[in-house]
């Protein structure tokens, strides 16, 4: 069946470093794929998403481009906060049409000023 | 305008115990979901409502998890019996639709219940 795959956290980072969060999939077809962020003590919100094969997705600062050949969609962004600190998700949606998300496990990332 | 609400935030509950846990969504939204969250994983899916069919329970782990949505508006999470590999924050999210063969629609996430089973 379809899943993802993420890097283990935590990432543990200074402010202002260089963020890189992997994810790789499996999937039939070429799925829309979605980065999640969990805020502490907050519900999942939707970061970004990309719908087809090199697109990139993009919101507050942070990247990611949809690499068909690599079968990957990489989180990144350029210089981090410590607002940053969350728990992020990598998804991809099932292939039975109901467009229900499949998450990855998550990948904490903790920003030290 | 309000979010997604999810009542307790948290719950504590003896293993044999019944529980329930509540899920307000955005007001408007037609689709609902359930979602199990186990420490250090992510959000699995439960079951699926439209208005206030069940279209998809197929993420239930046994016949002691129980879903409804009477009204197409709040919904309830019913656990009978609890058991101690129950003890995991469930998720609830909204959306305005979603159907086979649109485009995904964005889901908006609730806080979560914690729910812990001695």
């Known amino acids: 069946g379809d899943s993802v795959t993420q890097m283990e956290g935590p990432v543990t980072l200074s402010e202002e470093a260089f963020l890189t969060i992997n994810c790789t999939y499996t999937a039939t077809g070429y799925p829309s794929l979605f980065w999640y962020v969990q805020y502490p003590g907050e519900g999942l919100q939707l970061l970004l998403k990309?719908?087809?094969?090199?697109d990139k997705g993009s919101n507050k600062g942070f990247e990611a481009t949809y690499r068909k050949e690599t079968t990957s969609f990489h989180l990144e962004k350029g210089s981090v906060q410590v607002s940053d600190s969350a728990v992020y998700f990598c998804a991809l949606p099932s292939s039975g049409g109901s467009y229900i998300p499949t998450f990855g496990r998550g990948t904490s990332l903790i920003v030290h000023p | 305008g309000a979010g997604v609400s999810q009542s307790p935030r948290y719950k504590v509950a003896k293993r044999g115990q019944d529980v329930a846990l509540r899920c307000d969504p955005i007001s408007g939204h037609v689709s609902l979901f359930w979602y199990q969250q186990a420490l250090g994983q992510g959000p699995e899916f439960l079951t699926y409502f439209q208005n206030e069919a069940q279209l998809d329970k197929s993420g239930l782990p046994s016949d002691r998890f129980f879903a409804e949505r009477p009204e197409g508006s709040v919904s309830t999470l019913k656990i009978q019996r609890t058991q101690q590999e129950d003890s995991a924050v469930y998720l609830c999210?909204?959306?305005?639709?979603?159907?086979?063969?649109?485009?995904?629609?964005?889901?908006?996430f609730g806080p979560g219940t914690r729910l812990t089973v001695l």
């Open positions: 999210a909204s959306s305005l639709a979603v159907f086979a063969g649109a485009s995904y629609n964005e889901q908006f």
């Open positions: 990309a719908t087809k094969a090199d």
